[in-house]
């Protein structure tokens, strides 16, 4: 289970800092993602952490501006947003990797809602 | 950058129908495809993964098959629970991609 927080009305130019909370399984043997998706429209990969941490990689859209981050000892993993504008404005979910899935996504959270507006 | 193409964006079909949508990619992608499947409100659910395996738990009437640039995803006979918007996803090692989205609705 996958449990995201932190989504929140922020102004442009703010940052903010979601987390998600899981359960369940076996957090740190799993690569994590972010993928979000605005108002109406479709999903977007945003970033994603390897098991142990030492990897991550980003969309071209937030790269210099999100960091992705985790905390195996609490199975919890956080994105850090800044400089955020309008377009960053979306529904944030997290992800867990499946290996034996072909690296998709089995397990989603509910997601947690970024506004950024003045 | 690989691009995903979906078509059609909408579909009209009604219950008992065979619907497929296709999933085009810019370059080859080998076998690296996904679906899924997503409700109004609700997070994406896996339903296909490495173009055609079906995922633990998905009826049997969702399925997958492709290769290369081209991918399908079909359900044999469309049940009300599957009025939904559904996904292609593809994996390149260090960045996923998403394609625009096809939403199946009443006819």
């Known amino acids: 289970q996958l449990l995201e927080s932190g989504g929140d009305l922020v102004q442009p130019g703010g940052s903010l800092r979601l987390s998600c909370a899981a359960s369940?399984?076996?957090?740190?043997?799993?690569?994590m993602t972010w993928v979000r998706q605005a108002p109406g429209k479709g999903l977007e990969w945003v970033s994603v952490?390897?098991?142990?941490?030492?990897?991550?990689f980003y969309a071209d859209s937030v790269r210099g501006r999100f960091t992705i981050s985790r905390d195996n000892s609490k199975n919890t993993l956080s994105l850090q947003m800044s400089s955020l504008t309008a377009e960053d404005t979306a529904l944030y979910y997290c992800a867990k990797v499946s290996y034996s899935s072909g690296w998709s996504n089995d397990c989603w959270g509910q997601g947690t809602l970024v506004t950024v507006s003045s | 950058d690989i691009q995903l193409t979906q078509s059609p964006s909408t579909l009209s079909a009604s219950v008992g129908d065979r619907v497929t949508i296709t999933c085009r990619a810019s370059?080859?992608?080998?076998?690296?495809v996904a679906w899924y499947q997503q409700k109004p409100g609700k997070a994406p659910k896996l339903l296909i993964y490495?173009?055609?395996s079906l995922e633990s738990g998905v009826p049997l009437r969702f399925s997958g098959s492709g290769s290369a640039t081209g991918f399908t995803l079909t359900i044999s006979s469309l049940q009300p629970d599957d009025f939904a918007t559904y996904y292609c996803?593809?994996?390149?090692?260090?960045?996923?991609?998403f394609g625009q989205g096809t939403k199946v609705e009443f006819k």
């Open positions: 996803q593809h994996y390149n090692f260090s960045s996923w991609t």
């Open positions: 952490i390897s098991g142990g941490g030492g990897t991550t």
């Open positions: 490495k173009a055609s």
């Open positions: 370059q080859s992608i080998s076998s690296w």
């Open positions: 369940g399984f076996t957090f740190s043997s799993y690569a």
